[in-house]
């Protein structure tokens, strides 16, 4: 409404200022050619009457000019019409005649220089706007006005004049003032009445749009019981029914969906639950016959040990399926407490190291500090540590496993970092989607269910923490865990490139050595890379 004002008034102005241009000009050029024949006729008169004339004193010329300019004045072509008599300087002889004007003409009233000259050395009549001062009201103002001039000669001894016919345009300048006043008028309440019609239309028009898009994200917020108020059979009374139609479809969905949704957790929870009895079962038995195993044949001892192993295998995968269902269920807690760092990682290290050992593969600490205490739930954090040292030892092809400590005011980074297959930059954005496997035709060594990484995202979620993850074909993969240090703070930064760069950390005497890489590609959870 602002632009359309705005821009309206701007076009009123220029066809206003147009106008008054054009009508101003008309004006003046009709008038002008009016006031030239009249002065030509009334100068020319006077010219003669004085060319004429026989008087041979003083006294008798002072009266001629006195009985004869007088002729001059009145309201002729609307405009009335003083006269001045002034001699010409420089001349030689007496001056009969004092400068001699209308009764009425200020004094101040100045003929322009350019005039004046072209009367004192021309012959023919000359003419020039000029601005002329009058009074009224014992107040002295200036108006517009023309003044024609030409030289006339006094007897006795043909002394020379400069004669002005000075017309006064303050009625036509009050005519023009009029019609400016009536143009304002008329633009100012054209504006007004523009400015209503547009008002109406903004409100029949952009105002339901408005609340279309306050439904929308009303919706988006998941309000979806939201719709729009329809009046009328018009196209924005149409879009409004049809956004309603779309709100009530789009809602039918959702609820079916969450319904779904519910119903998959609900059966997994439940399937999870009703598992562990019978598996607790089955793996006493597993158990009874794996110990026994020596006093079986070759194929029965196999069995045994092929029994026990996939029914591990399958408890680990039943805890991570109830692990899931928690979180689905938003019913994971988190119990804080403080932490240090290092103990983890070395816990999990020791945990690990049966399958270091077998896969010949040597783990390092760097870092530059002893102790990063954090307030975070260590069994979570532990676990989500276990998990990336485990997937770095699968996957680090017997090259010797980093693990990157460092921290800041407010922040604490993990990073594990291994040198083995790697992996592409598709496969880093969809490593933490749950039962995703980069190579499906690659067996599992240590028998994991495909939700570890899935689960310590969800660890770190709860933490506040990111996790993410980096990879290259042939050079490694890396992943990086950062903690706040206190629940309430929000990270920022990570106290750790991804991958660590060889220079950004201090190596300590027992590192490995290793290749600085190339600039890395992110993905991750919880966060995002600053």
Same mark, same amino acid.
């Given at each position: 409404?602002?632009?359309?004002?705005?821009?309206? !008034?701007?076009? *009123?102005?220029?066809?206003?200022?147009?106008?008054?241009?054009?009508?101003?000009?008309?004006?003046?050029?009709?008038?002008?050619?009016?006031?030239?024949?009249?002065?030509?006729?009334?100068?020319?008169?006077?010219?003669?009457?004085?060319?004429?004339?026989?008087?041979? @004193?003083?006294?008798?010329?002072?009266?001629?000019?006195?009985?004869?300019?007088?002729?001059?004045?009145?309201?002729?072509? @609307?405009?009335?019409?003083?006269?001045?008599?002034?001699?010409?300087?420089?001349?030689?002889?007496?001056?009969?005649?004092?400068?001699?004007?209308?009764?009425? *003409? +200020?004094?101040?009233?100045?003929?322009?220089?350019?005039?004046?000259?072209? %009367?004192?050395?021309?012959?023919?009549?000359?003419?020039?706007?000029?601005?002329?001062?009058?009074?009224?009201?014992?107040?002295?103002?200036?108006?517009?006005?023309?003044?024609?001039?030409?030289?006339?000669?006094?007897?006795?001894?043909?002394?020379?004049?400069?004669?002005?016919?000075?017309?006064?345009?303050?009625?036509?300048?009050?005519?023009?003032?009029?019609?400016?006043?009536?143009?304002?008028?008329?633009?100012?309440?054209?504006? +007004?009445?523009?400015?209503?019609?547009? &008002?109406? +239309?903004?409100?029949?028009?952009?105002?339901?749009?408005?609340?279309?898009?306050?439904?929308?994200?009303? $919706?988006?917020?998941?309000?979806?019981?939201?719709?729009?108020?329809?009046?009328?059979?018009?196209?924005?009374?149409?879009?409004?029914?049809?956004?309603?139609?779309?709100?009530?479809?789009? #809602?039918?969905?959702?609820?079916?969906?969450?319904?779904?949704?519910?119903?998959?957790?609900?059966? %997994?929870?439940?399937?999870?639950?009703?598992?562990?009895?019978?598996?607790?079962?089955?793996?006493?038995? !597993?158990?009874?016959?794996?110990?026994?195993?020596?006093?079986?044949?070759?194929?029965?001892?196999?069995?045994?040990?092929?029994?026990?192993?996939?029914?591990?295998?399958?408890?680990?995968?039943?805890?991570?399926?109830?692990?899931?269902?928690?979180?689905?269920?938003?019913?994971?807690?988190?119990?804080?407490?403080?932490?240090?760092?290092?103990?983890?990682?070395?816990?999990?290290? @020791?945990?690990?190291?049966?399958?270091?050992?077998?896969?010949?593969?040597?783990?390092?600490?760097?870092?530059?500090?002893?102790?990063?205490?954090?307030?975070?739930? /260590?069994?979570?954090?532990?676990?989500? $540590?276990?998990?990336?040292?485990?997937?770095?030892?699968?996957?680090?092809?017997?090259?010797?496993?980093?693990?990157?400590?460092?921290?800041?005011?407010?922040?604490?980074?993990?990073?594990?970092?291994?040198?083995?297959?790697?992996?592409?930059?598709?496969?880093?954005?969809?490593?933490?989607?749950?039962?995703?496997?980069?190579?499906?035709?690659?067996?599992?060594?240590?028998?994991?269910?495909?939700?570890?990484?899935?689960?310590?995202?969800?660890?770190?979620?709860?933490?506040?923490? &990111?996790? #993410?993850? &980096?990879?290259?074909?042939?050079?490694?993969?890396?992943?990086?865990?950062?903690?706040?240090?206190?629940?309430?703070?929000?990270?920022? %930064?990570? /106290?750790?490139?991804?991958?660590?760069?060889?220079?950004?950390?201090?190596?300590? /005497?027992?590192?490995?050595?290793?290749?600085?890489?190339?600039?890395?590609?992110?993905?991750?959870?919880?966060?995002?890379?600053?």
């Amino acid at each position: 409404m602002t632009s359309t004002l705005v821009l309206t !008034a701007v076009a *009123l102005v220029a066809v206003g200022a147009f106008l008054s241009s054009q009508i101003a000009n008309g004006l003046y050029q009709e008038r002008l050619e009016q006031f030239k024949a009249e002065a030509s006729a009334g100068l020319s008169e006077v010219k003669q009457i004085f060319a004429q004339t026989s008087v041979t @004193d003083r006294e008798s010329t002072a009266q001629l000019v006195r009985d004869t300019l007088p002729s001059l004045e009145g309201g002729g072509a @609307d405009a009335p019409r003083q006269y001045s008599l002034k001699s010409v300087p420089n001349q030689e002889g007496p001056i009969f005649v004092s400068p001699f004007a209308s009764s009425n *003409l +200020v004094e101040s009233s100045a003929i322009p220089e350019e005039l004046a000259e072209a %009367v004192q050395n021309g012959d023919a009549q000359y003419w020039s706007p000029i601005t002329l001062a009058t009074s009224a009201s014992g107040t002295e103002f200036d108006v517009p006005g023309i003044a024609f001039g030409t030289k006339v000669t006094l007897p006795p001894d043909q002394t020379e004049y400069s004669l002005y016919l000075i017309y006064d345009l303050s009625s036509m300048q009050a005519t023009l003032d009029y019609i400016h006043g009536v143009t304002w008028i008329g633009g100012t309440l054209l504006l +007004v009445t523009i400015g209503a019609i547009v &008002w109406l +239309v903004t409100r029949s028009v952009v105002g339901p749009v408005s609340h279309a898009a306050l439904v929308s994200e009303k $919706l988006a917020a998941g309000q979806l019981q939201e719709r729009m108020e329809t009046q009328g059979e018009d196209e924005v009374a149409r879009l409004g029914a049809s956004f309603n139609h779309m709100a009530a479809s789009l #809602q039918d969905q959702i609820t079916q969906l969450a319904q779904l949704s519910q119903m998959q957790q609900r059966f %997994v929870s439940d399937v999870s639950h009703e598992l562990r009895t019978p598996l607790t079962t089955v793996r006493m038995a !597993a158990e009874v016959l794996h110990e026994a195993r020596e006093d079986f044949d070759p194929v029965n001892r196999r069995s045994a040990e092929i029994l026990y192993n996939q029914v591990e295998r399958f408890q680990s995968l039943l805890a991570d399926l109830l692990e899931v269902s928690r979180f689905d269920a938003g019913v994971a807690v988190l119990d804080a407490e403080a932490t240090d760092i290092f103990q983890l990682v070395h816990h999990v290290i @020791d945990g690990a190291r049966p399958l270091a050992e077998s896969h010949k593969s040597e783990i390092t600490v760097i870092s530059n500090e002893t102790k990063c205490v954090v307030d975070a739930d /260590p069994r979570r954090i532990d676990r989500i $540590l276990r998990n990336l040292v485990v997937n770095a030892l699968e996957h680090g092809e017997g090259k010797p496993i980093n693990i990157y400590i460092a921290s800041n005011p407010d922040a604490v980074a993990v990073a594990v970092r291994d040198h083995g297959i790697g992996m592409t930059p598709l496969d880093a954005a969809r490593v933490f989607d749950r039962f995703w496997r980069a190579d499906p035709a690659r067996a599992r060594t240590t028998g994991g269910s495909g939700l570890g990484l899935s689960i310590a995202t969800e660890d770190a979620r709860l933490h506040g923490a &990111w996790l #993410q993850a &980096w990879g290259s074909p042939g050079e490694g993969s890396c992943f990086r865990l950062t903690l706040p240090k206190r629940r309430d703070s929000v990270l920022k %930064v990570s /106290p750790l490139p991804l991958p660590p760069r060889q220079a950004a950390l201090p190596r300590g /005497p027992a590192a490995s050595p290793t290749t600085p890489d190339a600039v890395p590609t992110l993905h991750g959870a919880g966060g995002s890379e600053q």
